[in-house]
Nanobody, 122 residues
Framework: QVQLVESGGGLVQVGGSLRLSCAAS????????MGWFRQAPGKDREFVARISWKTSYADSVKGRFTISRDNAKTTVYLQMNSLKPEDTAVYYC??????????????????WGQGTQVTVSS
């Protein structure tokens, strides 16, 4: 079955960096667009970044976060720099093969990981 397993979360100070990884298995990885979303306590899950043949970012992370993928390792990464307290959330990776709907919508993605906590302390 399809599995997406995130790792790399943790506690970091304001201005610090983290790199999240998402290892995928059970799917034809190269055929999927991969996305990162996040969910803070009491808030809806929101789009962060996506990579297919191009990359897309939420305005709130543009210039600070970089999404990349290694198809040989079936892994997608999210490099997060200049972290802010408002970046604190559980971060989820997701996979989309339909390419039908808006890339920033949760419903566009078929498969999800279990999430990894990122906490930015001030």
């Amino acid at each position: 079955q399809v599995q997406l397993v995130e790792s790399g979360g943790g506690l970091v100070q304001v201005g610090g960096s983290l790199r999240l990884s998402c290892a995928a298995s059970g799917l034809s990885f190269g055929a999927y667009a991969m996305g990162w979303f996040r969910q803070a306590p009491g808030k809806d899950r929101e789009f962060v970044a996506r990579i297919s043949w191009k990359t897309s970012y939420a305005d709130s992370v543009k210039g600070r976060f970089t999404i990349s993928r290694d198809n040989a390792k079936t892994t997608v990464y999210l490099q997060m720099n200049s972290l802010k307290p408002e970046d604190t959330a559980v971060y989820y990776c997701a996979a989309d093969s339909s390419y039908r709907g808006p890339y920033y919508e949760v419903g566009e993605y078929e498969y999800w990981g279990q999430g990894t906590q990122v906490t930015v302390s001030s």
